[in-house]
Structure formats: C-alpha cells, structure tokens
C-alpha cells in the first residue's frame, strides 16, 4: 500500500513539536480501519520521565475518541536513517493496534515499512497476564 499521504501528515505533525530540551522533533499519523487519521507530536517536559512521544500521543488521541481498530501508523524525524518507535511506543502500539503497519519516513521523505511483531516480535501481550505462575 502506498503510505505517501500518512507519512505528509506525520511531518505536518512533527511541526507541532515540542522538543524544548532534545531538540529531536517527532510526528506522528495513524490511520484507522474507516479512514481516519489521527496525529501527535512528542512533547517534552522539565521532568524528563513525562516526556511523551508522538507515537502514542496519537494513539492515545485517537482511543479517547473511541477508536480500536487500526490500519497503520507514519512516523516522522529529522534524521537521515529511519526513526523506529522507542520500546514504550512498540509496547503500547502490540497492545491497542495490534499488528500493523508501522510505516517510518526520514528527512528525505524515503519510507520503509514494517510490522508490529516485526519490532517486538516477543511482546508481552494481554494472554501473558492469565498465565498462571506454577510454583
């Protein structure tokens, strides 16, 4: 599938970046099954541990607007490589998106994508959490 139009959103967004202390702006756009697109952006605070990344700023965004089913996620920085999502973002992105395409963009607007249980291909999972621990 042709991801060009979601990785322009995610650059759009990485306009909305507040990046005050890294200075390493990151947008992001994830589609949703119906079309819709939702964008976020990484927002840094003096309290570093609060930082939260674009990834799941448009995640978060688009389930409390009733969302659960998603198609893809675009992310986009500055850099010359691919910016792949943190582990936190890979985490929460197998749990509320499942296995989607994740869809990365650089500053030359190149695009590679992957699949979710491509970059946490052992993740926890809610299955994990009705394990009984034998002991």
Partial sequence: MDYTFLAEKAIEAKKKSLATYSNFHVGAALLTEDGNI????????????????????????????GERKFRAIAIAA??????????????????????????????NKEIKVLRTKELLPFAFEDSDLKTKISG
Avoid: H, M, W
């Fill in 38 to 65: 939702y964008t976020g952006c990484n927002i840094e605070s003096s309290s570093y541990s609060l930082t939260i990344c674009a990834e799941r700023t448009a995640i978060f965004k688009a389930v409390s607007e």
């Fill in 78 to 107: 500055d850099t010359v490589d691919f910016c792949s999502p943190c582990g936190a973002c890979r985490q929460i992105i197998s749990d509320l998106c499942n296995d989607i395409d994740i869809v990365l963009t650089n500053q």
